[in-house]
T-cell receptor, first 120, second 114 residues
Framework: AQTVTQSQPEMSVQEAETVTLSCTYD???????LFWYKQPPSRQMILVIR??????QNATENRFSVNFQKAAKSFSLKISDSQLGDAAMYFC?????????????????FGKGTKLSVKP | DTEVTQTPKHLVMGMTNKKSLKCEQH?????MYWYKQKAKKPPELMFV???????INESVPSRFSPECPNSSLLNLHLHALQPEDSALYLC?????????????FGPGTRLTVL
């Protein structure tokens, strides 16, 4: 079974600085997707960034980028120029690119989350 | 429209009550999900509907009963709940494809069982 581990329950960053959130995962599969989701307090969860395992190039979305190390099974999120609105719970998630979408292997497996605080 | 809506936003119910949570999306998505989320925890998958058919039931107690009347709507019927069922209930939807299949989440219904 696949597992996702976020070893930092809480992180803090100064506004305008850079912060990196860690995520490791365990899988025997070669084809899968990785995601970072953001859940602000009392607001809905949104997708921040995604990475396809077969792509070597690290994904980037504006101030958000990932460091995907497939061999090490690591998928960290870097937030540059942190803003107050970045304060949220961040969940790393894994999804198999399985044959049977209707099966459980097609579903998201979440890490426990990292609570990010941004100091003004 | 890239929105998943959920009603009600808040619900307080007694252990003998029957209530329903509703979820709606108009993105043409064919997969819809119910999650339960406790405070400071990740979402836990409860049910998955794929093309209006229940494809996954993650060993959820029978006091939770899902229903998918059509491809845009998802209900969760609640009956004889326990206080430990108090949580944020999230609905999500996705295209239902094998390839990258982003799940769009609703804002959730915060349920309190007295």
């Amino acid at each position: 079974a696949q597992t996702v581990t976020q070893s930092q329950p809480e992180m803090s960053v100064q506004e305008a600085e850079t912060v990196t959130l860690s995520c490791t995962y365990d899988t025997s599969e070669s084809d899968y997707y990785l995601f970072w989701y953001k859940q602000p307090p009392s607001r809905q969860m949104i997708l921040v960034i995604r990475q396809e395992a077969y792509k070597q190039q690290n994904a980037t979305e504006n101030r958000f980028s990932v460091n995907f190390q497939k061999a090490a099974k690591s998928f960290s999120l870097k937030i540059s120029d942190s803003q107050l609105g970045d304060a949220a719970m961040y969940f790393c998630a894994y999804r198999s690119a399985g044959e049977n979408y209707g099966g459980s292997q097609g579903n998201l497996i979440f890490g426990k989350g990292t609570k990010l605080s941004v100091k003004p | 429209d890239t929105e998943v809506t959920q009603t009600p936003k808040h619900l307080v119910m007694g252990m003998t009550n029957k209530k329903s949570l509703k979820c709606e999306q108009h993105m043409g998505h064919r997969a819809m999900y119910w999650y339960k989320q406790k405070a400071k925890k990740p979402p836990e998958l409860m049910f998955v509907y794929s093309y209006e058919k229940l494809s996954i039931n993650e060993s959820v107690p029978s006091r939770f009963s899902p229903e998918c009347p059509n491809s845009s709507l998802l209900n969760l019927h609640l009956h004889a709940l326990q206080p430990e069922d108090s949580a944020l209930y999230l609905c999500a939807s996705s295209q239902g494809r094998r390839t990258f299949d982003e799940q769009f989440f609703g804002p959730g219904t915060r349920l309190t069982v007295l």
